[in-house]
């Protein structure tokens, strides 16, 4: 990846990091701060939380299988994110399951609501 370099004040030459937009769809980004990273995997996990339940009551799925189906492509999703499309080394995070459960609770919580809200206003009278 390539990084852009800047001096500063005192004449020293910092690397400069793309913004996180960018390196979020840029295959095999450089992630130093690692929060920053951590932040990237919640946000979309809220985002897919959202967009699962929505397309859930829509669909209309129910039960088990709904529950299921969610909690199994919300982790398949993020470890292809982490592991083949940003190449991360997860040990640096404390291992997979670190990253897996980054976030998932409340993107379970967030796909609840949503799923709950479409299907009782698009199924019910």
């Known amino acids: ?9 005192n004449g020293s030459i910092k690397s400069v990091l793309p913004s996180v937009w960018v390196r979020v769809f840029t295959p095999c980004s450089s ?7 951590l932040d990237v995997i919640y946000w979309t996990r809220q985002i897919l939380g959202v967009l699962l339940g929505f397309a859930w009551g829509l669909i209309p ?8 189906s969610f909690c199994l492509l919300n982790v398949i999703i993020l ?3 982490t592991s083949a499309f940003q190449k991360i080394d ?3 995070f404390g291992g997979i399951w670190e990253l897996l459960k980054e976030g998932f609770m409340t ?3 967030s796909f609840l609501v949503t799923w709950i809200m479409v299907y009782s206003a ?4």
């Open 1 to 9: 990846m390539n990084q852009k370099k800047k001096s500063d004040k």
């Open 31 to 37: 992630w130093p701060d690692k929060d920053e990273f």
């Open 61 to 68: 799925l129910q039960g088990f299988i709904g529950l299921a």
């Open 79 to 81: 470890y292809s994110y």
């Open 90 to 92: 997860d040990e640096e």
């Open 107 to 109: 993107s379970f919580a």
């Open 122 to 125: 698009t199924h019910f009278d």
